[in-house]
């Protein structure tokens, strides 16, 4: 039984998603404030965090940094922005979804449905592939990428999108292709969200993210990854 944890300061946004992600049989552990809720987060080890960004006490922005610290577990978040450099925020700090408010309760039962099922379904790679040498190298095993020899902390959905692209080296994805392979068909965000996880990925795994050696632009297509 999966175990969502809940940060966020409306009580009945609150009590309604809890009674529909009780009813899909998730385990829910909730709070009503930042503090509280990393506490929560420590204990309970969730594997999935639905996060509102304006808290009383810590930011959603800064929970989910803290978060991103030490964990990869999935973060969907709530916020009554609604302005694209909103959501591109949110994305880059290492959030995996983005919900506006007010939003239907089925649609964020949907959207947690579909990101833990994106998480199961990762297909495997050879156990360990390494790039230049092991400049970057990835255990796929173990679910791990080292950069240098150092581990790299990635998102599922950057570890999905990498692995999707070292498994196809040299071959072009469209955004499209990307948002439907990695964030699944049924994702109704904008197309451009690839381009977040593309950005944030190259911080992590190049030298110089603004002329990556691996995770490089096909203009006006898409991305492509490119390795010895």
Same mark, same amino acid.
């Given at each position: 039984?999966?175990? %969502?944890?809940?940060?966020?300061?409306?009580? =009945?946004v609150?009590?309604?998603?809890?009674? @529909?992600? *009780?009813?899909?049989?998730?385990?829910?552990?909730?709070?009503?404030?930042?503090k509280?809720?990393?506490?929560?987060f420590?204990?309970?080890?969730?594997?999935?965090?639905?996060?509102?960004?304006?808290?009383?006490?810590?930011?959603?922005?800064? /929970?989910?940094?803290?978060?991103?610290?030490k964990?990869?577990?999935?973060?969907?978040?709530?916020?009554? #922005?609604?302005?694209?450099?909103?959501?591109?925020?949110?994305?880059?700090?290492?959030?995996?979804?983005?919900?506006?408010?007010?939003?239907?309760?089925?649609?964020?039962?949907?959207?947690?449905? *579909?990101?833990?099922?994106?998480?199961? =379904? *990762?297909?495997?790679?050879?156990?360990? %592939?390494?790039?230049?040498?092991?400049?970057?190298?990835?255990?796929?095993?173990?679910?791990?990428?080292?950069?240098?020899?150092?581990?790299?902390?990635?998102t599922?959905?950057?570890?999905?999108?990498?692995?999707?692209?070292?498994?196809?080296? =040299?071959?072009?994805?469209?955004?499209?292709?990307?948002?439907?392979?990695?964030?699944?068909?049924?994702?109704?965000?904008?197309?451009r969200? /690839?381009?977040?996880?593309?950005?944030?990925?190259? #911080?992590?795994?190049?030298? =110089?993210?603004?002329?990556?050696? @691996?995770?490089?632009?096909?203009?006006?297509?898409?991305?492509?990854?490119?390795?010895?």
């Amino acid at each position: 039984m999966k175990k %969502i944890l809940i940060i966020e300061d409306e009580k =009945n946004v609150i009590e309604v998603v809890e009674a @529909y992600l *009780t009813k899909e049989g998730y385990t829910v552990y909730k709070s009503t404030n930042g503090k509280e809720g990393l506490s929560i987060f420590n204990q309970k080890a969730p594997d999935l965090l639905v996060l509102d960004l304006m808290l009383p006490d810590i930011s959603g922005e800064e /929970i989910c940094k803290e978060v991103r610290k030490k964990s990869n577990v999935p973060i969907i978040m709530l916020t009554a #922005k609604s302005a694209v450099e909103d959501r591109i925020k949110g994305l880059s700090i290492g959030a995996d979804d983005y919900l506006v408010k007010p939003f239907s309760p089925k649609e964020l039962v949907m959207r947690v449905r *579909t990101v833990l099922r994106r998480l199961s =379904n *990762t297909e495997p790679l050879s156990d360990v %592939i390494s790039f230049r040498n092991d400049d970057l190298k990835i255990d796929v095993i173990q679910h791990k990428v080292f950069k240098k020899g150092n581990e790299v902390n990635l998102t599922p959905v950057e570890y999905k999108l990498l692995s999707l692209l070292i498994k196809n080296v =040299n071959r072009v994805y469209t955004r499209e292709d990307l948002i439907e392979k990695v964030l699944g068909a049924d994702f109704e965000g904008y197309d451009r969200t /690839i381009d977040s996880h593309i950005k944030n990925l190259r #911080k992590k795994i190049e030298d =110089n993210p603004k002329q990556p050696i @691996y995770i490089k632009t096909v203009i006006r297509v898409g991305y492509k990854f490119e390795g010895e």
